[in-house]
């Protein structure tokens, strides 16, 4: 063998091996403690709901206690940040919604969300609907592009923050329909949706599971739904493009991530117990009953969605003019 062959190999065992090594053994000795999973919320939202399901269920598949902890508060960057800034070994991971590629078109945060997190994977998702209150007395998502035209200034809104999923869901409406609506911050999606059933502001997006009792009451008409498929929960409800405009197809999911740094053969482990347990009968019974679709799958498809997504928002929140004081 040659000197140069040597070094060649020497090299190969030395480096690649020997950074090979350490992800290996991390993965076999992983997990050394419990983990917990921060969601970037208050508790009793969606989020938290789905949290805790996973929890439960990822537990037994990677031989540890899982616990969720709340870190509400900034629009999810306190917690989200905890979780950049986390030990990079996979014992703190982030539940959050799509809000986190939103967030980068708003806000100047301390962490950059490709390089600073590292996807787990999809967990969850679930269309956003439209709803107004009865007495605007629309019934399809025509009649009421027909109200906001016939409205100067528009129709009021109420979403649940500036620079929400929800707000964005109208504003990319009203940039593809050609109409204006005028938009109401609450604190939460709760407030949005109380403040549209007491008859304050006509509109609101809302979750399905959310809004379902207050529909079969009477008490709001269903529009449309975001995505490319009706909700089972309201199979009679017609989806934006089928209601006759198209474009406004963006979802709520949920994702699941660790720090940027986590050796890969931990997000694997990782992912492979998120995988299983998505496939459980248990967790897809609560998924289903909160309106969610299982989704699952690599790391890499989270990756492409978060990507994609960052774009499609920051072009909404860019054309809409929407900023946070």
């Not at 129709?155 to 964005?168: D, E, K, M, R, T």
């Not at 604190?187 to 079969?216: C, D, F, M, W, Y």
């Not at 309106?291 to 990756?303: I, K, N, R, T």
């Amino acid at each position: 063998m040659t000197s140069r062959l040597r070094l060649l190999a020497t090299f190969i065992t030395t480096g690649l091996l020997g950074t090979a090594m350490p992800w290996a053994a991390a993965a076999e000795a992983f997990p050394t403690r419990p983990i917990s999973i921060v969601v970037p919320a208050g508790a009793g939202g969606a989020a938290d709901v789905l949290a805790r399901a996973l929890a439960e269920h990822m537990g037994p598949s990677l031989k540890t206690t899982v616990t969720v902890e709340n870190k509400g508060g900034a629009g999810g960057i306190i917690g989200t940040e905890a979780v950049a800034r986390a030990a990079p070994d996979g014992h703190t991971l982030l539940l959050s919604s799509n809000t986190l590629v939103i967030t980068p078109a708003l806000y100047k945060t301390s962490y950059d969300i490709h390089k600073d997190l590292a996807p787990v994977g999809l967990v969850a998702s679930a269309p956003n609907l439209l709803v107004a209150h009865t007495e605007l007395k629309v019934s399809t998502l025509q009649a009421l592009l027909a109200e906001a035209r016939r409205t100067a200034g528009g129709l009021f809104y109420g979403s649940p923050a500036i620079g929400s999923a929800a707000q964005l869901t109208v504003e990319l409406l009203a940039q593809t329909a050609g109409v204006s609506f005028t938009h109401v911050p609450f604190k939460g999606p709760q407030q949005a949706l109380s403040e549209t059933l007491a008859g304050r502001v006509p509109l609101t997006i809302s979750g399905v599971s959310n809004a379902l009792p207050h529909i079969k009451a009477g008490k709001l008409a269903p529009l449309a739904v975001t995505g490319s498929k009706r909700s089972p929960l309201l199979p009679e409800v017609p989806t934006f493009s089928e209601a006759g405009v198209k474009g406004v197809d963006v979802t709520l999911w949920f994702a699941l991530l660790a720090p940027g740094g986590t050796p890969p053969a931990v997000l694997q482990r990782l992912n492979t117990a998120l995988n299983a347990a998505l496939a459980s009968p248990e967790v897809a019974r609560a998924l289903q009953t909160q309106g969610f679709e299982a989704l699952g799958g690599d790391s890499a498809a989270l990756a492409r969605t978060m990507k994609d997504e960052e774009v499609i928002y920051a072009k909404i929140v860019k054309t809409a003019g929407i900023t946070v004081k």
